[in-house]
């Protein structure tokens, strides 16, 4: 009787499931939370798995592939809260029409203002956005087949997506309160900065631009940074930002330089979750690794224990999270 | 700066359920429970005061079958004779003795001597024999019963002279019809 009804309960475990994908890989993270008393919390269980290529494959091979990395961590029937990488998702700034006067005067101006930037059909993509009826607002595209796969990958595990945002929005949403008015936000991302730039002043502050810079090494050193700030914020005519709160791996060069030399300042957002440091040298029961010679499909293999997050799971980890 | 609203998940129930923070959704819980906690004491007074109102109408309904008997009993009809003889019955109770002694009192002088006073309820008649030393005096005391409202009709029914003493001593029957209360 026991055995026939515990299965029937998946919902009375507490916990999450935190997905991040990125070109060609996902990672999918369980967070457990005990009923009584956050300290008791254990180890997350992670998962990693190689994705075909997001162009050609059909949404239901995709589905399939999140949805065995699902069952991996043991994310049946759990919330799941999904991070975007940057690179999946373009970003533009929409200016609502001044006769506009119904939703759909806005969804039709951000298709119109993202076939007029990338040329393609609004149609061929899925559109959301902050939707402001009365000042620019910020809009991002994404392919609907990796929406639709995400949503039938989670449908298929009897879950449940609480949060799907790409990593910017993410970032955005957790450190908004603690940016002044003369600072921009960045995600750094498998040498990829996204950089939002803030214009305005105090209360009237926004983001003016989305723009994304390519690192041109692993490494690049505090100078070429903020070049590339300045000239961001000349192209986009705004005022270049005292400081960048940066969002992602630390990169020491930029670190060390920022505190006595004058000019731009990094900082980082470290997560507030403390756990994410500590969660790279805990035992965790199934690492995979995203590696270039392993086939698509069996990548969880158990690992060393200090094997540090990868990037992605890093991505999973502080990206959308309750 | 602001929150970006941007979220690709669907709308669901679920989604919703998850979303809201952990203490509203005890708060929740709570006030559910709280509401079903009132709705049975609710439930337990409306049937209270359903009972209560159920009773008030039997209660009403008896008293009106109550009044209804009572008009029945006024409403038979009475037979003629029983009546004249309840009448009677109760006119002679209700003789108006004390007006009818103070009236007296009032209307009899120190010389005349009342002997008897025997009432008659069915003709409202009072017959006073009484005793005077002359007839003048007799006269006096009709007219002063006469003066007197609670008598109509006096009459001297009969006089006589008694020899039985010295000094001749009048005495006579007045009938004096006293006049009825209104009922």
Known sequence: MRKRLMPAVPAWRRGHCRLALSHGAVAALRVDERWFGAARKAAPQLAQRLLPDFATAAADELAAHLAATLDEVGGKGLPVYATFDDELVRYFIVTPPQNGARMQDLRAAAGVRFQMLYGEPASAWHIAADWQAGGPFVACAIAPRLHTALQLAVKMRRGCLVAVAPNFVAAWNRWHRRLASDAWLATLQCRTLTVGLVTGTARRARIGAVRTLALPDERPPLVWLREQLERAALLDNVAPPAVLHVHGPQIAAWQQAASDEPGIAVRWCTTGNAAAPALALSSISAVGTVDAASSVGAVASPFAQTTPLSALAQLAWSGAAP | ?183
């Open chain 2, 1 to 183: 700066m602001k929150r970006l609203h941007i979220d690709l998940a669907p709308f669901s129930a679920r989604r919703l359920l998850y979303r809201t923070h952990p203490v509203v959704r005890w708060l929740v819980l709570v006030a559910l429970v709280l509401c079903f906690v009132a709705g049975l004491r609710a439930q337990k007074l409306l049937a209270r005061l359903d009972s209560l109102e159920r009773e008030a109408v039997h209660i009403a309904e008896r008293t009106a079958q109550a009044a209804r008997v009572r008009v029945s009993v006024a409403r038979t009809p009475i037979d003629a004779k029983q009546a004249t003889v309840v009448n009677a019955a109760i006119a002679r109770l209700n003789l108006p003795w004390d007006d009818i002694l103070n009236a007296l009192e009032a209307a009899t002088p120190h010389q005349v001597a009342l002997l008897s006073i025997t009432p008659d309820a069915s003709r409202a008649l009072l017959r006073i024999e009484a005793e005077s030393s002359s007839s003048e005096e007799m006269i006096n005391y009709l007219t002063a019963l006469q003066q007197q409202p609670l008598f109509g009709r006096v009459d001297l029914v009969r006089n006589e002279l008694a020899k039985d003493r010295t000094d001749g001593v009048l005495r006579f029957q007045i009938e004096a019809q006293w006049r009825r209360a209104a009922p």
